[in-house]
């Protein structure tokens, strides 16, 4: 059966850190489109509780308790949903410093998260105390270009995933940053690198094609974009084939509406990088 994609922005994004939804969805298409609904956080760093009243621009803002409160509240209004987070979910605060990412992985666990990828900081207690923490984690940490299999994280990870909403079979998988440079190495061990563009290429081509998915999605903790050639989630939109949509973390950015890339065959990509962004997919069944 084919299927269409429509995706239209109606509402621009608050502030992220006070998790304003960013809404894309449909308008003027007939009752008979199947309607995703796509949750995704991104570097929350362990911010467990709201950032504090000290006069700071993001005073006030954030917290786990408002976002549980705020994707409760939108599964409320939506029958099909996916809720993902694009990396850097440990450190920032003393949380982490304390419990090593035990209750930011049993909090994600509790308001439901599907799929996560992981970030460069998830890596500051090591691998052996990663690969630990995990056990608290009732969803999966996607990653198809680190090989893991000579470091404890062996076997903790999977290189993608496949949901099926409302007839809809969407396929994730995530990538991370080159870690050599930016991490201590004693903290990623044996971890090898593979080239993100390489592997996406790959991945979701075999989502696509072999798992007869929908809807691809990348969880890219590569960085929104460089002065220099590093590999960036608008290169990797330029550069792949068949990714709908990459929801990135890393620099930080916040957009106030998702970047389009058009590549060269005709298609688009979709980027988006704030840090709690809600966006609503529409299938026409033709």
């Known amino acids: 059966m084919n299927r269409r994609l429509f ?5 621009k994004a608050g502030s992220a850190l006070a998790f ?3 809404i894309l969805n449909s308008q003027g298409i007939d009752e008979e489109l199947i309607h995703l609904t796509i949750l995704h956080t991104n570097d929350v760093h362990s911010r467990i509780e709201p950032f504090p009243m000290d006069g700071s ?3 006030g803002l954030g917290g786990a308790a ?3 409160w705020l994707i409760s509240e939108i599964r409320k209004k939506s029958q099909h949903v996916l809720l993902l987070d694009a990396g850097d979910m440990l450190q920032g605060t003393p949380y982490f410093n304390v ?6 992985f049993k909090l994600m666990s509790e308001m439901g998260y599907d799929a996560a990828t992981i970030g460069n900081h998830e890596f500051d207690g090591g691998m052996e105390s990663l690969a630990r923490q ?3 984690a009732d969803f999966p940490i996607l990653n198809a270009n680190y090989d893991f299999s000579e470091t404890p994280m062996a076997g ?5 995933k496949v949901f099926e909403r409302g007839g809809i079979r969407i396929g994730v998988f995530g990538l991370g940053i080159e870690l050599e440079g930016l991490v201590p190495a004693a903290l990623y061990g044996n971890t090898k690198y593979y080239d993100p563009v390489i592997t996406a290429n790959k991945i979701a081509d075999t989502l696509r094609f072999e798992h007869a998915c929908d809807y691809v999605i990348c969880l890219s903790h590569l960085g929104y974009k460089y002065e220099d050639s590093k590999v960036s989630d608008q290169i990797l939109a330029k550069e792949t084939r068949e990714i709908d949509l990459i929801l990135g973390g890393h620099t930080h950015t916040f957009l106030t509406k998702p970047d389009v890339v058009q590549r060269s065959n005709g ?3 979709t980027i988006s990088t704030n840090v709690l962004t809600v966006f609503f997919a529409s299938i026409l069944y033709l």
């Open 7 to 11: 995706l239209q922005q109606t509402t």
């Open 20 to 22: 304003s939804p960013f």
């Open 57 to 59: 621009r993001n005073q």
């Open 66 to 68: 408002r976002r549980a």
């Open 99 to 104: 419990f090593g990412g035990e209750l930011e």
């Open 134 to 136: 995990l056990q608290h």
């Open 156 to 160: 903790k990870t999977k290189e993608f």
């Open 267 to 269: 298609r688009s990509v």
